[in-house]
C-alpha cells in the first residue's frame, strides 16, 4: 500500500508567520481580558465641568487631582431690627384764675354773698365748666382764701375765710392742683393756713403752698413739676418800696426760682410750670417787674409761667420756647358781688411727650365770664360763644391789644380806716 505524502518546502518563513501571528492575537486577547477585569468594580472618572478647561486642578496630597475644592459660603450677617422710635403722647393742662370761695368779712350774710348764692351746692360754682376739666390730665388754680372754721377774727379788710367743706366746690369742679402762694391765704394765720391745707388733703386735692414745689403724675404718667412764689411780688408792695429794694426782692425770687428748677428735676418732673402771684390789681398789662421775672422762669427752664393777682386778663407771650400767662384773672370768685369785669379764660397747654422727654406742643384759650349774668355776680363761670362781641372782648386783653384804660384799685381809705 502507497502512503501518500505532504510535500513540504525545506524553508520555515510561513510557518514562523503562523505562530506570530497566533502569538499576537493570543496577547490581544490576553489584554482586553485584562483591562476588562481591571475595570470591574472602579468608579468612573468625575467629569471635568466646562467652565474648568484648560485650568490645571490644584494638586492636594492624598486627594483626586481631578478634584476641585470647594469653597465655603459664609453665612450672611443678620441686620439689626431698628429700635423703634416711642409713639408720642398728648396731655392737655388746665389752668384758671383766682378761686376766693367766700365773700368778704363785711358781706357775710347778704343774699348776693357768695355763701348765700351757693347754698350748699358744691357742684353749682363749676356746673358750666366742668366737662372741660373732666377732659384734661390736670386743672390748676389760685385758691385765694382761707378755709377754715376758726372763730379768730383779722385786721385784713378783705379777709376771706370759706368753711373747709367748701374744699369739696374745687373737687366738684374736677381741679386736681391749688396754688397756695398769694396775698390772701394768710388772712387769718398761720393755724387757718393749715386748716386749708388739711381741707385739701381731705378731698385729694393737691397744693404748693409759699416756696414750695410739687410733682404731680397725671394718671397717664405725665410728671408736672409746679413751683408756687409770691415773695411780695405784687404792685401792693413794690409800688411801695425803693427801686433798690424792688430789685433785691426780684434777685431774691429769681434765685429762688432756679433753686426749685434745680430740685424738681433733680426729682424726675418732665415738665414744669412757676405759678408766681405777680402784678398790679386792676391793671391789664403786665408791670416791668413781671416781665423780668417771667422771662428769666422761662429762660432758666420752666416750660409755662402762670400768673396770678390782678384781677385782670393779661396778655400770653410766647417767649423762648416757652409761654407766659402774665394773669388770668377771676374764675369763681366772692371777692366782689359785681365787678366791672367780668371777662375770664380757662387757658390750656398741650404738653407732647415722647419717651421721658416732655415738650411744649401749644396752647388754647377759652374766653368765659365768671358770671351766668351782668346784672351781678352769681360765681358761675360760663364760656363765651365763640365769635360774639364779648368772646372777642376777652381775646383782645389776651392777645394785647385791648385799649381800655386799667382800673385804678385805690387802697387809701381802707388803709386809713385799718389804721384809724
Known amino acids: 500500500m502507497q502512503t501518500k505524502k505532504t510535500r513540504t518546502r525545506t524553508s520555515s518563513g510561513p510557518i514562523v508567520i503562523q505562530a506570530v501571528t497566533l502569538a499576537l492575537l493570543a496577547g490581544a486577547l490576553i489584554l482586553l481580558l485584562a483591562m476588562r477585569f481591571s475595570a470591574v468594580g472602579r468608579e468612573p472618572e468625575p467629569a471635568v ?3 474648568a478647561a484648560g485650568t490645571p486642578a490644584e494638586s492636594t496630597p492624598g486627594a483626586d487631582s481631578t478634584a476641585v475644592p470647594a469653597t465655603a459660603t459664609p453665612e450672611p450677617t443678620a441686620t439689626p431690627e431698628p429700635t423703634p422710635e416711642p409713639e408720642p403722647e398728648y396731655f392737655t393742662i388746665s389752668m384758671v384764675g383766682d378761686c376766693t370761695l367766700a365773700s368778704s368779712r363785711d358781706k357775710k350774710g347778704w343774699a348776693i354773698a357768695y355763701e348765700s348764692v351757693i347754698n350748699g351746692d358744691m357742684s353749682y360754682p363749676f356746673s358750666n365748666t366742668v366737662d372741660i376739666f373732666e377732659a384734661d390730665d390736670l386743672s390748676i388754680a389760685n385758691l385765694e382764701c382761707t378755709l377754715s372754721s376758726t372763730a379768730q377774727d383779722t385786721i385784713e379788710w378783705f379777709g376771706f375765710k370759706a368753711d373747709p367743706s367748701y374744699a369739696q366746690i374745687l373737687q366738684e369742679g374736677s381741679i386736681e392742683f391749688a396754688i397756695l402762694a398769694n396775698n390772701h391765704v394768710m388772712d387769718y394765720g398761720q393755724g387757718p393756713y393749715e386748716d386749708t391745707r388739711e381741707a385739701l388733703d381731705a378731698v385729694g386735692i393737691s397744693y404748693a403752698g409759699e416756696d414750695e414745689w410739687y410733682i404731680y403724675e397725671t394718671d397717664r404718667g405725665l410728671k408736672v413739676g409746679i413751683y408756687a412764689i ?7 408792695y413794690l409800688d411801695g418800696v425803693s427801686e433798690a429794694q424792688q430789685q433785691k426782692v426780684i434777685e431774691e425770687s429769681q434765685e429762688m ?24 390789681e386792676g391793671s391789664y398789662r403786665p408791670t416791668d417787674a413781671q416781665t423780668t421775672i417771667s422771662h428769666y422762669a422761662i429762660d432758666a427752664g420752666y416750660q409755662v409761667v402762670y400768673g396770678s393777682h390782678a384781677h385782670r386778663l393779661q396778655p400770653v407771650e410766647s417767649y423762648n ?3 407766659i400767662f402774665y394773669n388770668l384773672g377771676n374764675w369763681t370768685f366772692g371777692g366782689h358781688t359785681n365787678p366791672d369785669d367780668k371777662d ?5 397747654v398741650t404738653v407732647k411727650l415722647v419717651g421721658d422727654t416732655a415738650t411744649l406742643d401749644g396752647f388754647h384759650l377759652i374766653p368765659c365770664r365768671i358770671s351766668t349774668t351782668d346784672a351781678a355776680n352769681d360765681y358761675c363761670p360760663t364760656p363765651y360763644e365763640e365769635g360774639s362781641a364779648e368772646y372777642d372782648r376777652a381775646m383782645s386783653k389776651l392777645d394785647g391789644t385791648f385799649e381800655g384804660a ?9 388803709l386809713a380806716a385799718m389804721s384809724g
Open 49 to 51: 465641568p466646562d467652565s
Open 230 to 236: 409770691y415773695n411780695q411780688l405784687t404792685g401792693n
Open 257 to 280: 426760682l432756679s433753686q426749685a428748677l434745680e430740685e424738681m428735676k433733680a426729682a424726675g418732673a418732665e415738665f414744669t410750670i412757676a405759678c408766681i402771684h405777680m402784678g398790679t
Open 321 to 323: 420756647g416757652g409761654l
Open 344 to 348: 375770664s379764660v380757662i387757658a390750656q
Open 406 to 414: 386799667d382800673y385804678n384799685v385805690d387802697y387809701s381809705g381802707i
